[in-house]
């Protein structure tokens, strides 16, 4: 079975520009959950989305949105991008949403913004 | 959500068995503690997670004591290839999926 997929892996954008990033969880799981990964720190919550309804949110400005689809693949945006977007924006996805289901994550996004 | 404290780093030498400890004084009656991996620019990789007593699987264990204030997630015999960085964390059961990661345990294998 194929695992998390994470589209494109690398990406460079200019402050002010606009991002959008994909994620594709594994067959079956229904919950898609978006962290950011900031160089030497551990990731952080932006988005948990369950049956295309959002059900968690992090300490992210309104900037960062989200939404998942009825094939339960997701989109992240972050607009009006900023240098400390720069990171590492990890997809999870897991069977019912739960925090104690195990997360699959994806091999990332790494976000590089000059 | 109960903090969770581990140690920065630690080293060991391959085939030795490595045990790493995470403190969490505040957690809840309803919490279960987890332990995830990363290697550099990947996802993290669940490894374990229990409630109380002692967990095993195929590659770890995890022990909780009875006042469950803090867990030892053991590697028995490491590899070169389980240098990685090690995640202890606490989730409320029956809520939606936050993870909050800390800052981790960074393993250094050596030969």
């Known amino acids: 079975d194929a695992g998390v997929t994470q589209s494109p892996t690398h990406l460079i954008k200019t402050r002010g520009q606009q991002v959008t990033l994909r994620c594709s969880p594994i067959?079956?799981?229904?919950?898609v959950s978006w962290y950011q990964q900031v160089l030497g720190q551990g990731p952080q919550f932006i988005f948990q989305?369950?049956?295309?309804?959002?059900?968690g949110r992090g300490n992210f400005p309104d900037r960062f949105s989200a939404r998942q689809f009825p094939n339960y693949s997701s989109e992240l945006n972050v607009n009006a991008l900023l240098l400390g977007d720069s990171a590492l924006y990890l997809c999870?996805?897991?069977?019912?949403?739960?925090?104690?289901?195990?997360?699959?994550f994806g091999p990332g996004t790494r976000l590089t913004v000059l | 959500l109960a903090k969770t404290t581990q140690p920065i780093s630690m080293d060991s030498y391959e085939g030795q068995e490595v045990n790493i400890t995470c403190s969490h004084n505040n957690i809840a009656t309803n919490d279960y503690i987890t332990w995830y991996q990363q290697f550099p620019s990947q996802g993290p990789r669940f490894i374990i997670q229990g409630y109380k007593t002692k967990v095993t699987n195929e590659v770890a264990s995890l022990f909780i004591p009875a006042d469950r204030k803090s867990s030892t997630l053991s590697l028995p015999r490491v590899s070169l290839s389980d240098t990685a960085v090690y995640y202890c964390?606490?989730?409320?059961?029956?809520?939606?999926?936050?993870?909050?990661f800390g800052t981790g345990t960074r393993l250094q294998v050596t030969l």
């Open positions: 999870a996805s897991s069977l019912s949403g739960l925090s104690t289901d195990t997360q699959y």
């Open positions: 989305y369950y049956e295309k309804e959002e059900r």
């Open positions: 067959s079956g799981h229904k919950s």
């Open positions: 964390l606490v989730a409320q059961t029956g809520t939606a999926s936050k993870l909050t």
